[in-house]
């Protein structure tokens, strides 16, 4: 049986925004998945209290739920941060030593 709800980490850079019906789509282009099934990911909802506010034509770490409909939800206590603000030690550790084998896991 498998989850109803996957946790994910992508990079991906936002390439266009849609409101409608008080959420915030935005259509992404997915750069990598860190952890999560093996799929891309196109649009990223957000919306109510905890909305996500993200800029086009920026690339960003996310974390967020995708759902097994396929839509991957994301809000404010998820950790998004745009790719450019993390830490030399940060992307390294996403790009090189999770994929290295050294037991490390996206939390």
């Known amino acids: 049986m498998s989850p109803s709800v996957y946790f994910i980490v992508i990079r991906a850079k936002v390439v266009g925004v849609k409101a409608a019906s008080g959420n915030t789509h935005y259509d992404v282009q997915q750069i990598k ?6 799929q ?3 649009v990223i909802f957000t919306g109510g209290p905890c909305h996500a506010f993200l800029e086009t ?3 960003y ?3 967020g739920r995708l759902n097994t409909d ?11 941060q745009s790719w450019e603000a ?8 996403l790009t090189l030593r999770y994929q290295s084998g050294c037991d490390c896991k996206v939390c």
């Not at 998945?33 to 093996?38: D, I, Q, S, Y």
């Not at 396929?70 to 998004?80: A, Q, R």
């Open 70 to 80: 396929g839509t991957v939800h994301v809000i404010m206590c998820d950790f998004i």
């Open 86 to 93: 993390l830490s030399d030690t940060q992307m390294r550790s």
């Open 57 to 59: 034509n920026k690339e």
């Open 61 to 63: 770490l996310f974390t």
């Open 40 to 42: 891309d990911i196109h």
């Open 33 to 38: 998945m860190f952890k999560g099934p093996n």
